[in-house]
């Protein structure tokens, strides 16, 4: 049933029309050649029915509120299976008590590499006990649901209003001010909600109007959810075993409702102008009931993890909130496709456009953000350190590298951990996690703890942010994890001295996650990252004229050469059968990154990579892929010179490259949105567009045919 759901639900927008106008050369005049609000704008995202796949988001990089038709957060429970109805900060964290004392080193299984044993947390079955603290480590700490704000409204015989007695709604995102209109009637009656986000604090303003208020047919419900510690968190979870309080103060206009859970107590602060009461309904539920004698009525809800002093009120809210989008919309870079003919070129900018929008509310805080951003839980709404590279790379590119830099600290937090999981494995340097949290622990997983693609990384931040400031202080801020990733990068490959060569594994699992990994060694794309990070590592060495190790030097220099069958690239040299056993011919075909991702490197043959691209283009089992493996194919297509491939790339049909009304990127029924999906369409546009070093001419990536692209404000990719 709930497949069937969201299938119905699912609003694939295909091919619409594309525009392309003269392309323009980046330069750093103030005003923009290209009429912002009015690009911005034409991309409003409109809502008119019940529509549990088009929920639509508020937030400020590091706190998100998403709504249903009504504005609010008013049918969690049916909206719960498609984009749920979220209220999630980045520091909502909780962890359950450990009173079986399960240590992490219970989840630790060796692995021989190259001769040693070397330990790894993987998830473990064949103890009862250990299992269980896999789970315990990988369910803890979990990201939490902070409240639910809805509408509780009742028809004139006194019954609950179901989301299909909504009549005439009409929803508009505004996406220049970051602010949510909605209208809907119930029984001929007019609603009315205004939604926004205050872009520095973690509150929700929101107004109200309807002559339900005056018919006392209309209240507001706040109601937290308990958490579910589980892969996903719906907000949907109302009952639990566990001891938690949710307790109400009230004093004049003003409410707080402290909220004490295993690990993390918070706040919820509430502000309302005109007559109201609050009260509690049941345990954890509380009701905001304004008075009769009014049809407006207007509020602000704030969330934090120390206490609540101050709470902006509404007005505070929209002037922050229409301030800084419009700030955010004239910076950085921007894409006009308004002229072409090609008939894709409206449904590509549309997906720029809210592409932009989501990733900036809900991807741009001071930590690496999930897959489905501040939403809803996935992978127990841990970060997976190799998507931070979907998350982050195209912030500078787009011309706004202080977005990126705002979660560049948290490496610095999670720098003990990494230096410790190398040390661990006899290791130099730091190595950096893959699935992690807040806090930068290791969460035991079978694949996460084996890939190795997370690990340059940093390198390729810090070498973004070098190129938008060029400085001995950006070199200074950042020089040493890079160099501490370096160090990692040189001493984990294996010497083989009989073929006079260093060896990425075995045990590795690449970033197609299809290899067994105690058998698996040498992937192509990751010998072509470990090049350019030690490559890139050592530049920086020279750049503070500091001296470089010879081990970084001798382990660039006799690096495996990529490996070749029929003249064609294999994934991993280990497995000769990558393009005949259909298993192989699934998940990322990450091969791509070899030469996408990554610049022309000096084991790079272009021609082989051409034949591969081929290949893949034809064979590969596109409807079992991610949403950033279309991206990332239209950036391999574009440097090897396949403009059209690179466009139709980005157009492919399966199902996880589909782009809903709000525009998320729809993988699943487990996962309605991915956010990394939204971030490769960015890279890949910003490179199509601007090209990388030594690329010529004028939009690279794009064909000459249908296309009239004008663009400011983006940079080369490497």
Known sequence: MRKAILLLGIIFYTACNFSNSENKEHTDEPESKIDRKALVSRHNVKVDGIDTLASLSVGNGAFAFTVDATGLQTFPDSYQFGVPLGTQSEWGWDSHPNPENY??????????????????????????RSEEAVNYYRENPHRIQLANLGLELLKENGEEVKPEDLQNIQQELNLWTGEIESAFEIEGVQVKVYTAVHQSDDVVGIRIKSELIEQDRLQVRIRIPFPTAEWEDLATKWEGDE????????????????????????????????????EEKEEHYFVLKPSKDQTEFEFTTKFSNGEISEIPDLASVTKSSQNRWEEFWQSGGAVDFSGSTDERAHELERRVILSQYLTKLQCTGSQPPQETGLTYNSWFGKPHLEMHWWHGVHLPLWGRPELLEKSMPWYDTAFDKAKGIAERQGFEGARWQKMTDHSGYETPSSVAALLIWQQPH?????????RADSSEATLNKYK????????????????????????????????????????????????????WGLKTAIEWKERLNEEVPEKWVEVLEKLSEFPVQDDVYLATESATDS?????????????????GMLPETSRLDKKIMKNTFDLIWETWS???????????????AARLGKPNKAVDALFMNPQTNTYLKNGHNYQEERLTLY???????????????????GSEGETPGFPEEGWEIKWEGLEKMP
């Open 103 to 128: 240590r992490f080193d219970e989840t630790l299984v060796e692995y021989d590499q190259n001769g040693r044993k070397v330990t790894y947390s993987v998830q473990r079955k064949e103890l009862p």
């Open 243 to 278: 001891d938690y309080s949710s307790t109400l103060s009230v004093d004049g206009n003003r409410a707080h409702i402290k909220r004490v859970m295993d690990s993390i107590t918070y706040n919820i602060g509430l502000q309302w102008q005109g007559n109201a009461a609050i």
């Open 458 to 466: 940093f390198i390729t931040f810090s070498e973004l942010l070098y």
């Open 480 to 531: 040493e994890r890079v160099f501490a990733t370096a160090d990692l990068m040189a001493s984990f490959p294996n010497y083989n001295k009989d073929k006079d060569r260093y060896e990425l594994g075995p045990p590795v699992i690449p970033a197609q996650e299809r290899f067994p990994a105690r058998e698996t060694f040498n992937p192509t794309y990751e010998l072509a990252y470990w090049e």
């Open 579 to 595: 393009y005949t056993n259909p298993e192989y011919k699934t998940d990322h075909p990450s091969v791509f990154g070899t030469y």
């Open 622 to 636: 596109w409807e079992e892929t991610w949403g950033w493996d279309f991206p990332m194919t239209a950036m391999t």
């Open 675 to 693: 956010l990394p999906g939204n971030g490769g369409v960015l890279t890949a546009v910003a490179m199509m567009c601007a090209g990388w070093d």
